[in-house]
């Protein structure tokens, strides 16, 4: 790879990073709101946040919906707020299982109306302060470039039936995006179309550009004065006003005329100018009629005059140091120990089915359940020493498509049975695989029973080697238990309906059937000992 390709390469990597950090600061996700405190729900502290209910308040149509929001809102009815520019959205649980999506739209700033806010905060330093400091001043937010909502401007929607404007959903999200507002200003900013470390950044290059041009003017004022009165006059602009304003005091006819400046003085305070507003052909044109004004020019911001006139070289800038060195002896503390691996997966809050979504909601609980459950099984095969991790492929190793199919049905609701919600489920697999729905029903109940070998036991019989699968019949007899037929790795009392499978992990699968019928289906679970699987088949 050449030098070039290899800086295009690095170019490009440092653009998506970039991009991606922009990303992430143009989107906030905020967890469900503590409940409030008052009896009367939830209210707005900061004179900017009761703004934003005031502009709810003046474009509602039903104050009873308000209420009725406030009331949501107070409940903790609101669930993950996400805030992006132009647009906040929650999940709302309303009456009904699945929760609402609702959403609030908000006009964002073009390009001109965020180049005049910035100016004014860089141009009055206070006012950085006030919103590093979580406050919103009213001079900023009332200026030139309004950023509170006016009247009408707050654009609520829901996928509930309601279509009041707003309806209680939406209402409830505005209270709650009210007291967002009130812990952090920098939300209001977001919504309308910038995120905080974005706004420090364009600040600080703001304020560094300002401070390197005062550096040039100041070295500026320095070269005139040097050459125009032979290296013996200082220049303290920090007295410059006073001094005007001493001046104008001064009557016309007592102020002395002033003397016509030199020619060299004019030419180097044309490139003084020059220099000092960072114009590199106008500084090369106005010093070339000035012997040495290149050279001084370019010297400038090495050296400086002090109060006798004498030239004091400026400090050199520090070396910088790579944070690897500067942390290379940090001591770290000592991570926490892991939290113990619960009994079970736990299962995805239901989703809201909305309207016009890029995906469905039921199959994306279904991949949460699924990823759910297979870091369970991974936390769960690695066992009490962490550092050892799972042995062999993993407790999910690569499993043929229908084996994963079946997986991904049965960890879906791993307690449910057939309900509406599983029954949709089968039909869906079984169009996907070419399969009945009862079959997906069959190995699921199998899956859950004992995962890939349950469904293998389900679909395929084996030979068994001679120990185990002859000692059960002798061992089922000796507890009084019925007297099975044994057939492959199957033991069988076809006229009670009751059924044993010994699979290849020394483990026995109790099945069931109608008497008479061969319609074998999987029940309870699989057991080490014989005698243990069929009484408990035997007690349902």
């Given at each position: ?8 390469g ?22 469900p ?112 470039v ?155 911001p ?67 359940a699924?990823a ?15 550092d ?25 609701h ?23 729905p ?11 029973q ?16 001679a ?74």
């Amino acid at each position: 790879m050449s030098p070039g390709q290899r800086r295009r390469g690095v170019g490009s990597g440092n653009t998506v990073a970039a991009d991606r950090l922009l990303r992430a600061d143009r989107s906030r996700t905020f967890p469900p709101l503590p409940r409030p405190d008052g009896a009367d729900g939830p209210c707005a502290a900061s004179w900017w946040g009761r703004a934003w209910l005031e502009a709810l308040e003046s474009s509602a149509l039903d104050a009873a919906r308000l209420a009725r929001g406030r009331t949501y809102a107070g409940d903790g009815h609101v669930d993950t707020i996400n805030v992006t520019p132009g647009r906040v959205i929650a999940t709302v649980r309303g009456s009904r299982p699945r929760p609402y999506s609702a959403e609030v739209r908000v006009r964002t700033l073009d390009e001109q109306e965020w180049e005049a806010l910035l100016d004014g905060v860089a141009a009055r330093p206070d006012r950085l302060t006030a919103l590093l400091g979580k406050e919103l001043p009213r001079a900023l937010a009332e200026g030139d470039v309004p950023l509170l909502p006016e009247p009408g401007e707050l654009a609520p929607r829901c996928s509930c039936p309601d279509s009041g404007r707003p309806c209680k959903h939406a209402a409830a999200l505005c209270f709650e995006v009210a007291r967002l507002l009130d812990a952090d200003p920098f939300v209001l900013l977001l919504l309308r179309g910038r995120g905080e470390r974005e706004l420090l950044d364009e600040l600080a290059r703001r304020n560094a550009g300002h401070d390197a041009r005062e550096s040039r003017v100041r070295a500026a004022l320095l070269a005139v004065a040097a050459s125009g009165s032979g290296g013996s006059a200082t220049v303290a602009p920090a007295a410059t006003p006073v001094s005007m304003s001493a001046s104008a005091s001064v009557p016309a006819s007592s102020a002395p005329a002033p003397a016509p400046a030199p020619a060299s003085s004019r030419s180097t305070s044309a490139s003084a100018r020059a220099w000092a507003s960072g114009d590199a052909a106008a500084t090369a044109s106005a010093s070339a009629s000035v012997p040495g004004a290149v050279a001084l020019a370019e010297s400038q911001p090495r050296e400086a005059v002090d109060s006798d006139g004498e030239a004091v070289p400026a400090a050199a800038a520090p070396r910088g140091v790579l944070a690897r060195e500067a942390l290379a002896d940090r001591p770290r503390p000592l991570l926490p120990p892991p939290m113990a691996v619960p009994p079970r997966p736990g299962q995805p809050p239901a989703l809201p089915d909305a309207v016009g979504l890029p995906f469905d909601a039921a199959t994306l609980e279904l991949l949460a359940a699924d990823a759910a459950a297979r870091a369970h099984g991974w936390l769960s095969a690695a066992g009490p020493d962490e550092d050892a991790g799972p042995a062999g492929p993993g407790p999910f190793a690569a499993l043929p498509p229908w084996e994963d199919a079946i997986r991904l049905a049965a960890t879906a609701h791993p307690t449910a049975g057939l309900t509406a919600t599983t029954r949709a489920l089968y039909r869906e697999v079984a169009a996907a695989t070419g399969r009945t729905p009862a079959d997906i029903a069959r190995s699921v109940a199998a899956w859950r029973q004992g995962g890939a070998e349950g469904l293998a036991l389900l679909e395929r019989t084996w030979n068994p080697p001679a120990g185990d699968f002859d000692r059960a019949r002798s061992a089922l007899l000796a507890a009084g238990l019925p007297s099975l037929r044994p057939h492959d790795n199957h033991l069988t009392h076809a006229g009670r309906g009751i059924q044993l499978r010994f699979g290849r992990d020394h483990r026995w699968y109790p099945y069931e059937s109608e008497p008479g019928a061969d319609d074998w289906w999987p029940t309870g679970p699989a057991d080490p000992d014989p005698v243990g699987a069929l009484s408990t088949l035997l007690a349902r």
